[in-house]
């Protein structure tokens, strides 16, 4: 019988932590801009969302349904967070007490920003799916070097359309 214990030798295990290293070094990077492109995904897709509930409820009803940012800032109009609602009294305002709420989406995380280049902070659905003004705005997230985005294209019609995911026109 052989007693001789068997394992790894010091060298070898050296080895492979160097290796670990090199393979980690290589991957942090690579997972945090996937992460990254996630979440401007994610974005983009909960301000699409917003839209597309607006006009499919307004056209159910058949009648006006509104979405609204709800801290509207310079160049980030909706990135404060934006509401898909009724306007019952007709006012032009939300109130809690007389309005119907439908939706309320809360402040974006991380760095991503929603700027309309037109500065419109409300869009306004008619029930055959029409929107009282189109507009471009930019999903950007400004907390990358080379700032990354996408525009969406809203036009008159209702109809949204996304640019692909190499837009880089985020200021």
Do not use: H
Not at 1 to 7: L, T, Y
């Amino acid at each position: 019988m052989n007693s001789k214990i068997r394992g790894f030798t010091l060298i070898e295990l050296m080895l492979t932590v160097i290796v670990a290293a090199i393979l980690l070094s290589v991957a942090i990077p690579s997972f945090r801009t996937f992460i990254q492109n996630n979440q401007l995904t994610t974005a983009t897709n909960q301000f699409v969302t917003a839209l597309n509930l607006t006009r499919s409820e307004a056209v159910k009803r058949g009648r006006s349904v509104r979405i609204s940012a709800l801290s509207p800032s310079g160049s980030n109009e909706w990135g404060g967070g934006f509401m898909v609602w009724i306007d019952e009294n007709g006012d032009g305002t939300y109130d809690a007490s007389d309005d119907q709420q439908l939706r309320r989406w809360d402040a974006l995380d991380g760095n991503m920003t929603v700027d309309s280049n037109n500065g419109r902070t409300l869009f306004i659905y008619d029930g055959d799916g029409v929107v009282n003004a189109g507009d471009t705005v930019d999903v950007c997230d400004s907390g990358r070097s080379g700032e990354t985005g996408r525009r969406l294209a809203i036009d008159v019609t209702g109809r949204i359309s996304i640019s692909d995911d190499s837009y880089s026109g985020c200021s």
